[in-house]
């Protein structure tokens, strides 16, 4: 080979950016700490993510370091792998002479030069990619190679730098102040004023272009594509338009690659370059929402002839082409796919022989996660499982409603339905419990023990919603049956006692409906059963005005749960048990046992029972300020569930009664003025209702403010700037393990994954 050097003092040939570059300053700063360490870094990442450009901008960013230039090789369009060193010696002006290789003679040009190259595209011919850049690195000391695929090239010495879509907004109102903070925004902004130069982001479509970001998840070409509509749709028709993202985002430059001009051409571009196993299980994981499991995977995607050890290998497969998305929790695994990939995927599954089976399947196993988190919910691991239902809340929605369009699917339904009134409660979605359970029990009855179940959901979302009519009529539905076990009707014994109490019925035939369900179930050693009815018991005795005999009940539900392991039912029987204090005008107490309560319900992340519990903390605390900021408080979380305090029974009456007290105390504008403000304390708001001494000076912060201490922000500044622990702690002459600790506290307060995030965070703070 003959050379053709570039002009002097041009070293490279990186191509002139077309368009304005947004954010990634936290990654580019990374791609400069990593390169700094090693000599190869592959950022990887999902078709459309932005690679290229984020490879083109650390390339510029990185030309004074590299002595001999910042050099791309663009590879999309080579299909030959024996093409390969070729073209990317063609980028060095090498010529091709027959007496020496092209391998020889690139060697010998970079051996005493020192260059980076930018290897782009190398997902379809990575194993040529592998070799080639393993050559160069061992025969070129001078060499560093940044290399953009779908997966890590998988050769010693590599560091892989996941890229991530930009960051879109959460599903809340975006003032103008906000829009700088989210890339996807800023992106989606600028390229559609390159196609509409008199679009603006103002008042009227602001919520309508971070929903747009918010749906297309952030992926830059995504985005990119749908800024072209804004041609001849307004940001709300575009948004209307966005449940079939593979079809409208067709719109793409026509000099871009094939594969780049359509968001389905980019993802068919990845599903080619996929085995046939990995098709296959790309098509069956779609049946997934929100993400799956190894469990999931080997129950719903598994199918005859497929072993564990195989299926495992796959799904690393498809982590390693990022079609799947990694995220460890509580130790355990979690994948799932960015929304577009997945509906590509159950495009395909549609197509397939087996997709029925499948979602059979998916339906099965959901309901057999339910009945298990069911059968040990009262165990140490409930806090666990609260979390894997919280996980899995997606999949039990998509596992119902196919249930309701399957008669094969139905008995799945009621026994997801028949055991989630907990967990509905827990999120605070008692309305969609509503939903599910009444299109369930329009239908097929099935065995009479699960149909029962859903029946008893139905009734106890019912008295939570304070709709006691409905309640009534399901509670004799259930009480009438025939086919039910003693056991399954101490469930409607418990119902007609709590109907009683809110009622205001009688309430001796409260007690005795729920001391018949004791007997009951104390001779068949439910223990689960005799808690709740304990519970029940103490709630009927307290509103019955007999409070020792309810704090009896308290005491011994108690002793049971602390046997079990247990944190729900306890938390509900200290929220009664300090109403019951209150009721006795010992306000220390009622508020010692309130707080013991709202610590367990945080533990068990129970919306509704955190509610609750602030309710009473208002009722229950003298000062007229701060129980008008504790109402504020609880009125933000009733709002965000969607229920008003003064409909639910456990809280109607005394709500009314608190607030009436307060505006004696302090006047209408005072107590408007405090339920306003303590709107602002967002995140620390237990922090005040579980701190006496708190004042709301110390806890209310606004949304913008920064929840790290003065050391904290240190060590996040140093984070951004990619300096390791170690480094950290010698910069602030601290203990390593130290340093690791406020990392470890920075990541939590923000709720951030990586370094990555926390130097997006300080970058956004700094502008």
């Known amino acids: 080979m003959t050379t053709t050097l570039p002009p002097h003092g041009s070293p490279g040939n990186l191509p002139a950016d077309l368009t304005s570059f ?42 004074r370091a590299f002595r001999d230039g910042v050099w791309f090789a663009d590879l999309a ?12 010696a063609k980028v060095f002006g090498l010529h091709t002479q027959a007496a020496r290789s092209a391998l020889e003679s690139l060697t010998d040009h970079l051996t005493s030069r020192n260059v980076l190259i930018l290897l782009d595209n190398c997902e379809h011919l990575i194993d040529s990619c592998a070799e080639l850049a393993d050559v160069l690195l061992r025969a070129c000391a001078g060499v560093h190679i940044l290399a953009t695929s779908r997966e890590p090239l998988g050769i010693a010495g590599e560091t892989a730098l996941p890229v991530a879509p930009l960051r879109f907004p959460p599903a809340r109102p975006v003032g103008s102040a906000a829009e700088a903070e989210y890339e996807a925004i800023t992106l989606f902004r600028d390229r559609a004023v390159a196609v509409a130069p008199r679009f603006r982001i103002e008042a009227g479509n602001r919520d309508d272009v971070a929903a747009i970001c918010r ?20 940001a709300a028709q575009l948004l209307e338009q966005l449940d079939d993202r593979l079809q409208l985002l067709n719109a793409g430059s026509r000099v871009a690659p094939d594969r780049q001009r359509t968001l389905r051409g980019c993802i068919e571009w990845s599903y080619d370059l996929c085995t046939a196993r990995e098709r296959e299980l790309w098509a069956s994981a779609a049946v997934f929402s929100g993400g799956f499991e190894l469990d999931a995977a080997h129950a719903v ?14 799904v690393l497969s498809l982590v390693d082409k990022s079609i799947l998305i990694t995220e460890d929790v509580g130790g355990r695994m979690r994948y799932r796919m960015l929304e577009v990939i997945r509906q590509y995927g159950e495009q395909r599954l549609r197509s397939h022989d087996s997709e029925r089976a499948i979602r059979l399947r998916h339906s099965d196993f959901y309901a057999e996660l339910a009945e298990q988190a069911n059968r040990e919910w009262l165990s140490p691991r409930q806090g666990a499982w609260m979390d894997r239902l919280r996980r899995e809340h997606a999949n039990f929605q998509r596992a119902l409603a196919f249930s309701l369009t399957q008669p094969e699917a139905s008995t799945a339904g009621l026994r997801i339905a028949g055991v989630l009134h907990e967990h509905w409660i827990a999120l605070g979605a008692v309305g969609e419990g509503r939903h599910w359970c009444e299109r ?27 709709n006691l009519a409905a309640a009534d009529k399901l509670i004799t539905t259930g009480a009438t049956m025939e086919g039910l076990g003693d056991i399954t009707r101490t469930s409607f014994d418990n119902l007609a006692g709590l109907h009683a109490i809110y009622d205001g019925r009688d309430l001796d035939n409260a007690i005795a409906s729920n001391e018949r369900a004791l007997a009951v179930v104390r001779d068949a050693g439910d223990v689960r059963r005799e808690i709740t009815t304990l519970t029940l018991l103490q709630f009927a005795h307290c509103y019955g005005g007999r409070h020792a005999q309810a704090l009896r009940y308290h005491e011994m539900c108690m002793r049971l749960c602390a046997d079990v392991g247990d944190s729900w039912y306890a938390s509900y029987s200290l929220w009664n048990a300090g109403v019951v204090h209150w009721f006795d005008a010992d306000s220390g107490s009622a508020l010692t046992t309130l707080r013991r309560s709202l610590r367990l319900k945080q533990r068990v ?10 309710e009473a903390l208002a009722w229950a605390t003298p000062e007229p300020e701060r129980a008008a900021t504790l109402l504020g408080i609880a009125a933000t979380r009733w709002e965000a569930m969607g229920i008003q305090a003064s409909k639910v029974p456990a809280t109607a009456h005394w709500h009314n009664a608190c607030e009436d007290r307060l505006r004696m105390a302090i006047g209408e504008d005072g107590l408007a003025r405090a339920l306003a403000e303590s709107a602002n304390f967002d995140a620390v708001a237990l922090e005040y209702a579980l701190d006496d001494s708190a004042k709301p000076a110390d806890t209310a912060r606004p949304h913008t403010a920064t929840p790290l ?16 622990n170690r480094e950290i702690a010698g910069a602030l002459v601290i203990a390593q393990r130290t340093a690791e600790t406020h990392v470890e506290h920075i990541l939590t307060k923000l709720g951030f994954t990586s370094r990555v995030q926390i130097a997006a965070w300080m970058a956004d703070r700094q502008r």
């Open 22 to 63: 947004v954010g990634r300053r936290a990654e580019r700063t990374e791609i400069k700490q990593l390169l700094s360490n090693t000599r190869l870094v592959t950022l990887t990442g999902f078709g459309g993510v932005g690679k290229t450009r984020l490879a083109l901008r650390a390339g510029t960013d990185l030309r």
């Open 605 to 614: 992340r129970d919306e509704f029972g955190v509610a609750i519990v602030l």
């Open 215 to 234: 749906r297309l998840e952030g992926i830059p070409l995504a985005l990119e594509l749908a800024a072209v509509r804004l041609r001849g749709l307004s």
């Open 440 to 466: 369930l029990l329009a239908g097929e009855r099935g065995a009479p023990e699960i149909y029962a179940g859903v029946v008893s959901t139905a009734a106890w979302i019912a008295i939570v919603q304070g």
């Open 77 to 88: 369009a080579l299909t030959n792998p024996a093409l390969l060193t070729d073209t990317v």
């Open 709 to 724: 201490t003065r050391r904290e922000h240190e060590v996040a500044a140093l984070v951004s700037r990619g300096l390791s």
């Open 301 to 314: 995607c598994g199918g005859a002839g497929h072993r564990p050890a195989e299926l495992l290998d796959t």
